[in-house]
């Protein structure tokens, strides 16, 4: 490293700029970014549904009713022994933007 920093010291002052631009990324703290993928059961999930909801009704009235939660979840029909994964942080923008058309009040049939 030292070696580089005195081959720096004797370049003319706009090379130094273009080395400093150069090496930016690699003398910077990498930066903390936000989970993108978060992957957990249904249990995790039930907390950002208002009301209470059991496992089987967000796994009936959500995730089955609503294709396009495929994009942040596993098969809905897994079948026996295989859980149902939920991508939480896209699950939860999900949810907020849709919360609306959920009608919450819905009960299992009899």
Do not use: C
Not at 39 to 58: A, D, M, T, Y
Not at 89 to 100: C, F, G, N, Q, R
């Amino acid at each position: 490293m030292s070696a580089l920093l005195e081959l720096i010291k004797e370049t003319p002052p706009e090379d130094r700029k273009a080395v400093a631009e150069y090496l930016k990324p690699y003398l910077l703290p990498p930066q903390k970014k936000e989970a993108e993928e978060k992957w957990v059961g249904v249990e995790e999930l039930r907390p950002f549904i208002p009301g209470n909801k059991s496992k089987e009704w967000i796994k009936m009235f959500i995730l089955r009713a609503y294709p396009e939660t495929r994009k942040w979840s596993t098969d809905p029909y897994p079948g026996k022994g295989h859980p149902v994964k939920i991508n939480l942080p896209v699950a939860k923008k999900w949810l907020s933007e849709h919360i609306d058309e959920i009608d919450l009040n819905q009960s299992f049939p009899r």
